[in-house]
């Protein structure tokens, strides 16, 4: 079992910044990919960004160039660095981990006003 514990979320302007925090406990042994995910009121929940265990990132073409992802190995914690917020950015964010497993945090408000 793979705990995730997201932090950070919150209500900023249009065109504020926000990083979002996932610290991930438990049998972390075998932990690979990190992802960031989002939800926005009756959508479908989206991918955002992916880290692979070696660093590599995938973004989703609507946070290009605005959001980065990070991760800390020593800390097992994955971050998700907004700026350029938007309104359409308005979603709980879901922190994700892949061992064989796909675990899921509790997820993050992250409300952007106009």
């Known amino acids: 079992q793979v705990q995730l514990v997201e932090s950070g979320g919150g209500l900023v302007q249009a065109g504020g910044s926000l990083r979002l925090s996932c610290s991930a406990s438990?049998?972390?042994?075998?932990?690979?990919?990190m992802f960031w995910y989002r939800q926005a009121p009756g959508k479908q929940r989206e991918l955002v960004a992916t880290i692979t265990k070696g660093g590599t990132t995938v973004y989703n073409d609507s946070v290009k160039g605005r959001f980065t992802i990070s991760r800390d190995n020593a800390k097992n914690t994955v971050y998700l660095q907004m700026s350029s917020l938007k309104p359409e950015d308005t979603a709980v964010y879901y922190c994700a981990a892949q061992t064989t497993l796909h675990y899921w945090g509790h997820g993050t408000q992250v409300t952007v006003s106009s």
């Open positions: 438990g049998n972390i042994f075998n932990l690979n990919a």
